[in-house]
């Protein structure tokens, strides 16, 4: 059954069975949507726009990564 609120189609129709939320729930907020965008990409009218999405969303992830890594003390290790 077709459920545009609560199981959208272009989550829903992956040819593995698994609706993408069952996944990107456990990933973080970034890395999750990248991912959301990736997955329905070909399910949806433009995948290109999806795709550029996702690519966004890993920015973000590795901006946040280096910024991070660039914190990180080397007497340390924190």
Request: net charge neutral; proline share 5%; glycine share 6%.
């Amino acid at each position: 059954m077709h459920d545009p609120v609560n199981h959208p189609k272009h989550y829903t129709e992956h040819p593995s069975g698994v609706e993408c939320i069952q996944i990107t729930e456990h990933m973080d907020f970034n890395l999750g949507n990248a991912l959301k965008y990736i997955w329905r990409c070909d399910l949806k009218k433009d995948a290109v726009e999806d795709l550029r999405k996702a690519q966004w969303y890993i920015g973000r992830e590795i901006a946040k990564r280096i910024k991070i890594n660039n914190a990180v003390d080397p007497e340390c290790g924190k």
